[in-house]
């Protein structure tokens, strides 16, 4: 076995795991606190990738630094992206909390459909190259074919901000009212929690984090289009699944599993096949393990 | 209070036109290193959300009150147009005569767009015995529509099987890939099960895309036969009409099934199913006996449908079988009604015939389908024509003898 071929799958898996990690804590804290798949996620993280865009072609035009330019196109995205899915959070989900379970997934879908078109219709439809803005570190000279900056750059970024997340979970007084209102919601609300307020803090901090997959992955691979968000979507929420939907730890772990086994599998099987075989983890998951790899298997009381 | 209202509109104007303000206004060229600023577009956001929120908080209020009325018990239920049965079958007659004679009036394009329409309704009422009927949300539909399609031009292209001999087949290997798909997956709960469907239209349509070698790839399979008719030659028109009829003919035969089950024995278990699955079982339904039903029936007008499609377009190729096409199946669905078959029609009208003849729309087409559906569920999430569920009066033989 070629050793460096299997350290260049395992990197190259390593950068993927951590943007679908990124992505699949939206979808895991939202699920853990409201019970939804919210559809909408992955066209947040596209949102944020066309935003990057925009802000990097306004700095671009007026002579800013390479590193000046990436980090204000990250923030502004995660700015912005946090807006979308507040108001995401208003529209189609708040007036749909006391009606069943059905209605709001209906909503979502619609609303991931909705803004796939507000995009083609303010932007375009067509694939638009993205600039590279991740810039060249120099002691990763002697690795760079393997491992390039924006890899390196990816991965770092995920792994910090994972972590301050789990602090914030954690430790702050609102990372623990998000976890009282999980466990449960109506007994978080009698003991004065404002759950509409955990509600939203939830939707714009995993939007927030989406919006910096967004952009580090548009500028790592130089495009964006419309529809990059479903698929990237549904992986993160296959991650989440692996990783069992609701737990933070899981979603990172789960990110990192189906980032790494994909690139194995398109690496050593087929590369045809390769989400293929991400969605075939996940139906094996969903119905063999629907608990996923953390999570505890839940048991419904009449 | 006018002036409250007249703020709340302004501040949410505002607070849409600084959200939408990047994608919207600024349109950037990062090769050419050039930005197109347009003002006007944020001029419409402002405005639109303006006039939006004041309508939305109208209709939240009015929601408000209706479902106060209804819990109260006030405002009773007025008699509808849609609850007698003359009204219905005088209209189904009329549809059915209009239906009847109108490819013989209009152009082949007309009619081809007719047949599309038909397709859409039979594929909408066959979604609709899973989503309306049994409650189980299904994402992959347009799978099974591909299983029908690719069954047919399959056989045809390597076999040189016919139209009448594949129609059988392309229905019951969607019901079995559909119960096939329903077994493991029964245990899961709603989204769960929406979600493991939608990986599996995935899955079969990246296979359809990437085995080449039988499928053809993306580039498809072309020169399917069209349908037979006796072994007689016919002229393109003349088979456009007849495969009208043919798709008529289906739609009416997966109308009247559809209708008939809602009221079978079958029927009542999947809608008592979806109401309450643990009350169900209490009393003594087979929950995984009726699913697994519910799935196969639904799933085989896609495959009826999918060897129909082939057969009128010739060619197909797997771009046709998308999640956008699941998506419009479901919103034809979801906007008509959920569990009403008048709803799928009357939502297939408006998915499909009214976008071919509002042209000047069709940019907006899918943005107004996706903004209406996130709508039909906030404030109408039965959908325009709502299911009923069949009512039995009960009359008390005695007393009305008596009371004479």
Known sequence: MDVQYFFELFLSGLTRGSIYALIAIGYTMVYGIIELINFAHGEIY????????????????????????????????????????????????????????????????????????????????????????????????????????????????????????????????????????????????????????????????????????????????????????????????????????????????????????????????????????????????????????????????? | MVAREFFKSLGVSLWFMVLTFPLVAVRVNTIENTIQWRWANLAIVGVGAFVLSAVWRWALVRRETMLANAASGAGERSVRVWDSPVVTRTLGAALLVVFMGIPWLVSTYQTNILISFFLYVMLGIGLNIVVGVAGLLFLGYAAFYAIGAYAYALLNHYFGWGFWTVLPMGGVLAAVAGVLLAFPVLRLRGDYLAIVTLGFGEIVRLVLENWSDLTGGPSGISNIDRPGFFGQEMTVAGTNIYIYYIVFVAVLVTFVVAERLKDSRVGRALQALREDEIACEAMGIDRVGVKLMA??????????????????????????????????????????????????????????????????????????????????????????????????????????????
């Not at chain 1, 995660?78 to 006391?98: D, H, S, V």
């Not at chain 2, 999640?323 to 669905?333: C, K, P, Q, R, T």
């Not at chain 2, 799928?344 to 559906?373: D, H, K, N, Q, T």
């Open chain 1, 46 to 302: 596209m949102i944020g990738a066309f935003t990057g865009l925009i802000v990097a072609g306004i700095l671009g035009t007026m002579g800013f630094p390479l590193p000046a330019i990436l980090v204000l196109a990250v923030l502004v995205s995660m700015i912005y992206c946090a807006g979308y899915g507040y108001t995401i959070e208003k529209i189609a989900y708040k007036p749909l909390r006391q009606a069943g379970r059905l209605s709001p997934l209906i909503s979502a879908i619609g609303m991931s459909l909705f803004l796939q078109n507000y995009v083609i219709l303010v932007q375009t439809s067509d694939f638009v190259p993205f600039p590279s803005l991740i810039p060249e570190f120099a002691f990763l000279e002697p690795i760079a074919h393997i491992f390039a900056s924006s890899d390196f750059l990816i991965v770092v970024v995920s792994a910090v901000l994972m972590a301050g997340l789990t602090l914030f979970i954690k430790y702050t007084k609102m990372g623990k009212a998000m976890r009282a209102t999980a466990q449960n919601r109506k007994m978080a609300m009698l003991l004065g929690i404002d759950a509409d307020r955990v509600i939203s803090v939830t939707f714009i901090i995993g939007s927030a984090l989406a919006a910096v997959g967004g952009v580090l992955i548009a500028s790592h691979v130089g495009m964006v289009n419309f529809a990059i968000g479903f698929l990237a979507g549904i992986k993160a929420f296959t991650a989440a699944v692996l990783g069992g939907i609701g737990s933070l730890p899981g979603a990172m772990l789960g990110g990192l599993f189906l980032g790494l086994s994909e690139s194995f599998g398109a690496g050593y099987i087929s590369s045809d096949y390769e989400d293929v075989f991400a969605f075939s983890l996940l139906v094996i998951f969903l119905i063999f393990r629907p608990s996923g790899i953390m999570g505890k298997a839940k048991v419904e009381k009449v």
């Open chain 2, 295 to 404: 799935f196969g029936l639904g799933t085989a007008w896609a495959g009826f449908a999918g060897v129909i499609f082939a057969a009128k377009t010739t060619f197909i190729n797997p771009a046709s079988f998308t999640f956008f096409e699941s998506a419009i199946i479901l919103s034809i669905v979801v906007l008509g009604g959920m569990g009403s078959n008048w709803g799928v029609i009357l939502g297939a009208a408006f998915l499909v015939l009214l976008p071919e003849y509002m042209r000047a729309f069709s940019e907006y087409r899918m943005i107004l389908f996706a903004a209406a559906m996130v709508l039909m569920m906030v404030f109408r999430p039965q959908g325009m024509i709502p299911a009923r569920s069949k009512q039995y009066r009960i009359v008390d033989r005695e007393l009305e003898l008596s009371g004479e």
